[in-house]
Nanobody, 116 residues
Framework: QVQLVESGGGLVQAGGSLKLSCAAS????????MAWYRQAPGTERELVAA???????NYADSVKGRFTISRDNAENTVYLQMNSLKPEDTAVYYC??????????WGQGTQVTVSS
């Protein structure tokens, strides 16, 4: 069983930065693809950024050039560096881990609020 714990959310002014962290338990982290999703009130959960076990990344168009996903396999942690934040980035951000042929793992979420 893998547990994911997010941290780093908070309140920031528009134009500011935050760095989210997602720490994973267990020894299989390096084999997992990881992703960050977000969900604003009244909307569906959407993919923000993803990173494969080999380090390939992809981003939602809305965050390209502003957000960077990275991982540290030695620390069993995936990060989301968020720069030039906008009020529309306000949401609960969730970490997701995926192993082949297994149901995904989700963290409990961390709130990010960007004030205008």
């Amino acid at each position: 069983q893998v547990q994911l714990v997010e941290s780093g959310g908070g309140l920031v002014q528009a134009g500011g930065s935050l760095k989210l962290s997602c720490a994973a338990s267990g020894s299989i982290f390096s084999f997992m693809s990881m992703a960050w999703y977000r969900q604003a009130p009244g909307t569906e959960r959407e993919l923000v950024a993803a990173i494969t076990s080999s380090g390939s990344t992809n981003y939602a168009d809305s965050v390209k050039g502003r957000f960077t996903i990275s991982r540290d396999n030695a620390e069993n942690t995936v990060y989301l560096q968020m720069n030039s934040l906008k009020p529309e980035d306000t949401a609960v951000y969730y970490c997701k881990g995926v192993r082949p042929m297994r149901a995904p793992y989700w963290g409990q979420g961390t709130q990010v609020t960007v004030s205008s």
